[in-house]
């Protein structure tokens, strides 16, 4: 069965820095690209980063590019995202997603809420 | 980037009654290398991760009831419920993944 599991959401002042992190089981984690998905409080759904499944491709959405840095470590079946410079408009729950080969999102976790306030 | 719009924002829809969102995109997702389509439908319920529905477009996600169904091509597509259960209250989101990825900005259905 597919678990992903997201950790290291919380509490953070604007400015700060916050580190989240997925833990994958269930499939082959090396095989499959993951990303970051948010949804802000009353907001859709925003990608914000992907990262190729060996890891040396990484993509950004242009809202936390130069803020945000994805990386995985496939010896450990983690996803991890690195948070620099938080603004309140970060303010959201972050969901982890294995992309499947076509690429949609077929497995998703439960999401960790990070929220940027003063 | 390509920009994903759907319609309406909201819907109510009566128990038993068909169910029609509509998704545009900003440029064409259909490959034309393998003639698919570029496209997806998720399903988001409060306090759940989203749940991805139909793929490619028109193809089921395996466990998705036959009474979801897309339809479209290149621009324009719609993702329809044919005969509305309690259970499919929720927001829909469709998505596009033909250059990294983009989601509609989603169109809550409500029971009427």
């Known amino acids: 069965e597919v678990q992903l599991l997201e950790s290291g959401g919380g509490l953070v002042q604007p400015g700060g820095s916050l580190r989240l992190s997925c833990t994958a089981s269930g499939f082959t984690f090396s095989s499959y690209a993951m990303s970051w998905v948010r949804q802000a409080p009353g907001k859709g759904l925003e990608w914000v980063s992907a990262?190729?499944?060996?890891?040396?491709?990484?993509y950004y959405a242009d809202s936390v590019k130069g803020r945000f840095t994805i990386s995985r470590d496939n010896s450990k079946n983690t996803l991890s995202l690195q948070m620099n410079t938080l603004r309140a408009e970060d303010t959201a729950v972050y969901y982890c997603a294995k992309e499947n080969s076509f690429p949609v999102f077929d497995y998703w976790g439960q999401g960790t809420l990070v929220t940027v306030s003063s | 980037d390509i920009v994903m719009t759907q319609s309406p924002d909201s819907l109510a829809v009566s128990l038993g009654e068909r169910a029609t969102i509509n998704c545009k995109s900003s440029q064409s997702v259909l490959y034309s290398s393998n003639n698919k389509n570029y496209l997806g439908w998720y399903q988001l319920k409060p306090g759940q991760p989203p749940k991805l529905l139909i793929y490619w477009a028109s193809t089921r996600e395996s466990g998705v009831p036959d009474r979801f169904s897309g339809s479209g091509s290149g621009t324009d597509f719609t993702l329809t419920i044919s005969s509305l259960q309690a259970e499919d209250v929720a927001v829909y989101y469709c998505h596009q993944y033909y250059t990294t990825h983009t989601f509609g900005q989603g169109t809550k259905l409500e029971i009427k």
């Open positions: 990262i190729s499944g060996g890891g040396v491709s990484t």
